[in-house]
Structures are given as structure tokens and as C-alpha cells.
């Protein structure tokens, strides 16, 4: 679910990426040999089980795949998989606040305590804004043992947890700054959001996500799981590894990542979900605008309202966000405007020397101008 720590690893390494001039070889604008050997060398190197990727810009679309179902098969992976997005969630969150927003139910300046009274410690001093932006100060109760979705917790992933532990388990620490004086990404900030869209729409967060968003959109693959522990077919099973053995993670009860980072999708959902969002198809120009507003992070992004931005080595920009789950990693992207997109989710197994690389890559290739 810590989108940050991996893409951090992936932009330290990017002065290292060759960006491939394969083009030519194919009538529309990706480089379709070197996007299919980036997966393939995923799953060589065993940093992963499987791999897809889907780009897509105007009429051209394209998907692809590496590995299998589960570690024991021989079917291959499909390229029309579901997964766990883990934060990419958050995406979904803002824009529901951000809609809300439109219809004059907050203002992003508004003080939290005004809508949640007597719920976050301090309420009266933060924000929303800071609360989508990660710049509240509030603690992330995921950095406790026993509470984050990306570290194996045997029989516990099956249990259910309510907002209100999560909250208490952040609260029983001290804030990281002074509200608006620094930035910490913190998966609290996002349970506190999901508990807003509960109170302004007077309905559980999933259901304002699906009737504002997933239905009209029709991403029909796209599901907000609550407490059901299942990934639906077609999927890939995600693993790791306990005592040096690998384990099946792929069923968990996604509740502990609440509106921080439950819910499942696929390529081609998320790749209509970008396009809407960034082309101005959800909110209004003011609050797409304010969305795409980022601070800095001291790490290799910057941060908005639900989105993340990165610079690519050779200049260009990129918005969307990543998410990790145990078993499971994905990165949403698109060019600011939303007009190409590019979706990579894989199953992780190891991180042998040049995954970093081999992702970064993945973007470059599939955003940057050819080489010369």
C-alpha cells in the first residue's frame, strides 16, 4: 500500500535506464518490443511471478504479458487481470472529496473538525487539503507492527478491522509536524477522508465511489471489496516470502487498507479512470486544477490532491499513483492531459539487482521521445 517506498527506489535508479528507439517497427507510437522484454525480464529474473502492462493513447491500444497464473501452472497470465491496486485507491477517494467539493458540500480549506467533530486530535488545525495531500502531520498507522497489508500477518489477514481502530492506533502516536509544516505519507489521512465521504454523502465511502464513479465510467471490473477476502478470476496469484519459502498472499481481507487502499480493478479500468479524471470528465476545471496543485515531498515525486507526480529522466512528467499490497504492485500513470496512459501491475516474488531499472524503464519507454 506504500506507493512512495518503491517508486523512490525506481527514480534513484532512472539516470541508469537506456530508453529504446523501437518505434519504427510498429504503426502506432509504442515501442512494443522493448515494453514486452521489460516484462519478460521481470519474470526471467524472478522478481516476479507475472506482469501487464496496458498503454493506450487515442485509437492506439496495446497490452501485454509475462508469466503465469500461479507459480505452479503453465496458463499465462491474461492481460485483462484484476488485482489489488492498494493506493491507487486514494485517487478514487479525492475525487470523490473533490466532487463534493463542487457541489458545495466542503471547501478543501475547511477545517477537518468542522465536518468530523471530536474525531481527529487537533481537527480544528487540519485541513482536507492536508489531509489528501499528506501534509496533516497525522501519524500512519500502517508503520505499526501487525498493521500494514504489505507484511505477511498469517491467520490475521482474514480478520476484519473497523476505521475506528485504525484511527486509534495512528491517535496513540504523536504527529509527525504541525499540521501544513511538512510531508509524510500517511495511509490515516485517507481513512479520515473515507469518513468524511461516509458523513457529507450519508452512505458507506465504497458506495459513493461506485455510484459516483465506477458506474457512471462502467468499470466493470473494478470493485470496492470491503470485507471479502477473494480476488475475482481472471487473476494472478500474488506470494511472498516466509522463511525463505514462498507463500500464497493472494486472499486477504482488505478492511485493515480501508479508503487507504482496498480496492480491486484492471488495466483497462484504470486506464479509463486516468482518462476521465485528468480530461476533466469527473470534476470541475477548478477542482482538477487544485488536485494537480503538489508539494514537495523531499522524495523522487511530488504529491497532490490524490495524485502523484514524477519527472522521468528524459524530462518528460507523469501523473497518477502507485499502490502496494502483499502480492501485488501496480502503477497507474498518465501525461498530464490524460492522453497516454500506461497501467503495469505485476506479482512480486524478489527484488534481485535491476528490478528498479527494468520498471523505471517500463515508463520511459512507454512516455519519452524515442532515442536517436
Known amino acids: 500500500m506504500r506507493s512512495n517506498r518503491v517508486l523512490i527506489r525506481l527514480a534513484v535508479a532512472g539516470t541508469a535506464v537506456i530508453i529504446s528507439a523501437c518505434s519504427h517497427l510498429a504503426p502506432d507510437p509504442f515501442p512494443r518490443f522493448a515494453l514486452q522484454a521489460g516484462l519478460d525480464n521481470l519474470v526471467e529474473k524472478q522478481a516476479a511471478s507475472a506482469a501487464t502492462l496496458r498503454i493506450r493513447e487515442g485509437e492506439h491500444e496495446w497490452a501485454a504479458g509475462a508469466g503465469t497464473e500461479e507459480l505452479a501452472s503453465t496458463v499465462p497470465v491474461s492481460t485483462s487481470v484484476r488485482f489489488r491496486i492498494g493506493s491507487v485507491t486514494k485517487t478514487f477517494v479525492a475525487t470523490v472529496v473533490l466532487q463534493l467539493a463542487d457541489e458545495g458540500r466542503l471547501a478543501l480549506d475547511d477545517p477537518i473538525a ?7 486530535p487537533d481537527g480544528e488545525t487540519i485541513t482536507v487539503r492536508q489531509l489528501l495531500n499528506h501534509t496533516s502531520g497525522i501519524y500512519d498507522y500502517a508503520h505499526e507492527r501487525d498493521w500494514s497489508t504489505n507484511r505477511w500477518r498469517d ?29 509524510h505519507y500517511s495511509n490515516t489521512n485517507y481513512v479520515v477522508a473515507g469518513l468524511l465521504v461516509v458523513k457529507l454523502t450519508g452512505k458507506p465511502y465504497g458506495d459513493a465511489v461506485t455510484e459516483r464513479i465506477i458506474r457512471p465510467l462502467r468499470l466493470n471490473q473494478t470493485t470496492v471489496p470491503g470485507t471479502d477476502p477473494t480476488v475475482p478470476e481472471p487473476h494472478a496469484h500474488g506470494y511472498t516470502e516466509i522463511g525463505g519459502t514462498l507463500v500464497d ?41 487544485a488536485m494537480r496543485d503538489t508539494v514537495e515531498t523531499g522524495q523522487m515525486f511530488r504529491y497532490g490532491l490524490g495524485l502523484q507526480q514524477y519527472d522521468l529522466p528524459c524530462g518528460t512528467t507523469v501523473l497518477g499513483h502507485g499502490g502496494e499490497l502483499l502480492g501485488f504492485i501496480t502503477y497507474a500513470m498518465a501525461s498530464p492531459d490524460g492522453g497516454r496512459r500506461l497501467t503495469l501491475s505485476y506479482n512480486p516474488l524478489r527484488s534481485p539487482e535491476g528490478t528498479s531499472e527494468t520498471v523505471l524503464g517500463l515508463f520511459a519507454n512507454g512516455f519519452c521521445p524515442p532515442a536517436t
Open 114 to 120: 468542522g465536518h468530523l467533530p471530536g474525531v481527529v
Open 155 to 183: 491467520g490475521a489477514r482474514f480478520r476484519t478491522y473497523r476505521p475506528r481502530e485504525l484511527l486509534d492506533v495512528a491517535f496513540a502516536r504523536p504527529p509527525y509536524f504541525p499540521p501544513g509544516q511538512g510531508w
Open 249 to 289: 498472499a493472494t486472499e486477504m481481507n482488505p478492511s485493515l487498507d480501508w479508503a487507504a487502499g482496498e480496492m480491486i480493478s484492471t488495466a483497462s479500468d484504470l486506464d479509463r479512470f486516468f482518462s476521465a479524471l485528468l480530461g476533466g470528465e469527473l470534476t470541475s476545471g477548478a477542482a482538477l486544477t
